[in-house]
């Protein structure tokens, strides 16, 4: 459960960590989010992009046993549940996204519990 886990969820970081430092324009466009200045891309690529590849790497790493699965598991458990509340926040006081959201949302709340999980095993 555990290389299952961080190998998910950071895969899942990277390819949307690369899609928003690549091509922030293509990624906006679903929820209607239109980037048009040079900060706007500047910050979808440094917050989006950078940040998601640093939780990438970091994600991964633990599942490389390059540190310790344990301190990875926890970072994926406190990441994606701050994701998911966050998220959920949004639903309550703002109503529904797009459908691409919701599934994020979904994706968030699977790899938060299992990284409980796996937490729990060891």
Request: a positive charge; hydrophobic letters at 60%.
């Amino acid at each position: 459960m555990t290389r299952f886990t961080l190998y998910g969820a950071g895969l899942m970081m990277l390819v949307v960590g690369l899609l928003h430092l690549l091509a922030p324009q293509m990624m906006m466009r679903e929820p209607a989010i239109e980037l048009s200045t040079v900060n706007h891309l500047h910050v979808v690529r440094a917050a989006y992009g950078g940040a998601y590849l640093g939780i990438a790497a970091l994600f991964l790493a633990g599942a490389l046993r390059r540190i310790d699965s344990r301190a990875a598991l926890t970072a994926v458990l406190m990441i994606f549940t701050g994701f998911a509340l966050g998220r959920v926040f949004s639903l309550l006081l703002d109503g529904w996204p797009v459908p691409l959201y919701l599934g994020v949302l979904g994706a968030e709340v699977f790899f938060a519990a299992c990284a409980a999980m796996a937490l729990r095993a060891r």
